[in-house]
């Protein structure tokens, strides 16, 4: 059992910064690709960025290409993601999620087993 517990989302202006987290309990998480994926109203969730479990390979959508940054910290159980140059079209609620172990990474939500409750980010004009 993997819990995910979400933190950093808030509101901001264009062209602002901020940093999500996402804590995950457990001993298996070093062994888990770990994603970002977002969901705006009236909007499917849609794929935003993933790191591998091994942490040597990160994987972005176009849309947020040279923007953001995925990492994680394993002695943290923690998985981040920074956002910069952030635009009102970002404006979602980010959920982090957790693959089975020793995965490679997917794009699509029905490849991850947990995720978390969820951040919203609001981006200003």
């Known amino acids: 059992q993997v819990q995910l517990v979400e933190s950093g989302g808030g509101l901001v202006q264009a062209g602002g910064s901020l940093r999500l987290s996402c804590a995950a309990s457990?001993?298996?998480?070093?062994?888990?690709?770990m994603g970002w994926f977002r969901q705006a109203p009236g909007k499917e969730r849609e794929f935003v960025a993933a790191i591998s479990w091994s942490g040597g390979s990160t994987y972005y959508a176009s849309s947020v290409n040279g923007r953001f940054t995925i990492s994680r910290d394993n002695a943290k159980n923690t998985v981040y993601l920074q956002m910069n140059s952030l635009k009102p079209e970002d404006t979602a609620v980010y959920y982090c999620?957790?693959?089975?172990?020793?995965?490679?990474?997917?794009?699509?939500?029905?490849?991850?087993?947990?995720w978390g409750q969820g951040t919203q980010v609001t981006v200003s004009s």
């Open positions: 457990g001993r298996t998480f070093s062994s888990r690709a």
């Open positions: 999620a957790a693959q089975p172990t020793r995965y490679s990474v997917k794009y699509e939500p029905t490849a991850y087993d947990y």
